[in-house]
T-cell receptor, first 113, second 115 residues
Framework: AQSVTQLGSHVSVSEGALVLLRCNYSSSVPPYLFWYVQYPNQGLQLLLKYTSAATLVKGINGFEAEFKKSETSFHLTKPSAHMSDAAEYFCAVSGGGANNLFFGTGTRLTVIP | GAGVSQSPSNKVTEKGKDVELRCDPISGHTALYWYRQSLGQGLEFLIY????????KSGLPSDRFSAERTGGSVSTLTIQRTQQEDSAVYLC?????????????FGPGTRLLVL
């Protein structure tokens, strides 16, 4: 069985501050991990994915995530928040014959000017 | 097309009516997925297609839900005798091939409201 847990349904940061969105996964097989972003009234857009190559994954818009097997984590970070980063972020896991994605409940990021 | 498209973008229906939701995947993508996004339930997997066959229907919430895919392209999700709890955003995604590491590209969704 696979699942992800996103700690914090809402996160607020000041413009220019570090963004840290937490994701922990549970998987009985080596996981593939994804971060998607959803802007208001838009579909999900892939930010980055981990597929067992480098543990530090760089994505679009300056975001990156690090796969830590010992902590079963895949937290999303960005050194400096922009106003345009305000959106909902979803962590997801797949693998082990499961072709579909299992999503976390999402974290809504607010950027304060 | 350039991306996954879905129609209609919004649908309001009365309880008990049937609805059909359409998804046009990215050209050349063999795998197609349906998800549902609702308040309190998050993003739930419904069904996926590899070509025209559906190896995994495990997420369909009841026998009122069905889906088909023809010609390895367009897919239709049908909800019969709609209920208020069916109100949600229905998202379609496609990927080049099935497999957990493939990137799924999502459409903008169909927002369904059952009155």
């Amino acid at each position: 069985a696979q699942s992800v847990t996103q700690l914090g349904s809402h996160v607020s940061v000041s413009e220019g501050a570090l963004v840290l969105l937490r994701c922990n996964y549970s998987s009985s097989v080596p996981p593939y991990l994804f971060w998607y972003v959803q802007y208001p009234n838009q579909g999900l857009q892939l930010l980055l994915k981990y597929t067992s190559a480098a543990t530090l994954v760089k994505g679009i818009n300056g975001f990156e995530a690090e796969f830590k097997k010992s902590e079963t984590s895949f937290h999303l970070t960005k050194p400096s928040a922009h106003m345009s980063d305000a959106a909902e972020y979803f962590c997801a896991v797949s693998g082990g014959g499961a072709n579909n994605l299992f999503f976390g409940t999402g974290t809504r990021l607010t950027v304060i000017p | 097309g350039a991306g996954v498209s879905q129609s209609p973008s919004n649908k309001v229906t009365e309880k008990g009516k049937d609805v059909e939701l359409r998804c046009d995947p990215i050209s050349g993508h063999t795998a197609l997925y349906w998800y549902r996004q609702s308040l309190g339930q998050g993003l739930e997997f419904l069904i996926y297609f590899q070509g025209n066959s559906a190896p995994d229907k495990s997420g369909l919430p009841s026998d009122r839900f069905s889906a088909e895919r023809t010609g390895g392209s367009v897919s239709t999700l049908t909800i019969q005798r709609t209920q208020q709890e069916d109100s949600a955003v229905y998202l379609c995604a496609s990927s080049l091939d099935a497999g957990g590491l493939e990137t799924q590209y999502f459409g903008p969704g169909t927002r369904l409201l059952v009155l």
